[in-house]
């Protein structure tokens, strides 16, 4: 199998535990934060920004904001085997590589073009469950096996056969040292309170019933 196939198949599947980790999460909030899931908030933005959030019910809206995340899911699990290659570190494997795209998105590209505010101005445990969620996408076994697979049948045998001498840590160690460096990744990044510290709360008006 082509492995940017096989990196979008495992990134839109691993969506699925991400997806109900998002939604456990969620139900555990204060009610004063439970308000939509960025998802939802990127979705409701983009759409204002074009014009169309008064052509589109609630329904609609939540509908659209779940297709564009699994959508999103399968992008960034295409890039996997891309990054793979280009960074030779254990952070980019597994639950690292889902930190990182955490970390792109949401200090990257969304806050540049003015949809979300970057994490450290939310609320910690909306933080919390973000980062969670990603290291469930991360290191969830569709996503990292079939991920994996692609990137195998790909260029890491072409690598290896190039640099046959040198030591690469087999999946395993790829694994464990992926785990750990995203655990401390996340811990720093959780005690980090922000602008308004702790108890940050939503913008008025914001505090809804739907998760996306």
Not at 11 to 39: C, D, F, N, Q, S
Not at 54 to 67: C, I, N, T, V, Y
Not at 68 to 78: L, P
Request: with cysteine.
């Amino acid at each position: 199998m082509n492995r940017y196939l096989a990196g979008a198949i495992g990134g839109l599947l691993a969506t699925v535990p991400m997806t109900l980790a998002m939604e456990a999460l969620y139900r555990r909030l204060p009610r004063e934060e439970r308000y939509p899931l960025p998802p939802r908030e990127i979705t409701e933005d983009m759409l204002h920004k074009a014009g169309l959030d008064d052509a589109l019910d609630d329904k609609r809206q939540g509908e659209l904001s779940l297709l564009s995340h699994f959508g999103y899911g399968a992008i960034t699990g295409a890039l996997y085997p891309v990054v793979c290659e280009k960074v030779e570190h254990p952070l980019v494997y597994g639950s690292g590589y889902g930190v990182l795209v955490w970390a792109a998105s949401y200090f990257g590209w969304i806050p540049a073009l003015h949809i979300l505010a970057p994490p450290n101005r939310h609320p910690a445990q909306r933080r919390r469950l973000m980062i969670t969620a990603h290291l469930v996408w991360g290191q969830a076994p569709c996503g990292s096996a079939s991920a994996w697979l692609g990137l195998r049948e790909g260029g890491v045998r072409r690598r290896a056969s190039r640099h046959s001498v040198r030591h690469r840590p087999c999946r395993g160690d790829r694994t464990a040292s992926s785990m750990l460096c995203g655990a401390v990744i996340c811990a720093r990044i959780v005690a980090w309170p922000g602008p308004g510290g702790r108890n940050a709360k939503p913008p008025p008006g914001m505090i809804r019933k739907w998760r996306f």
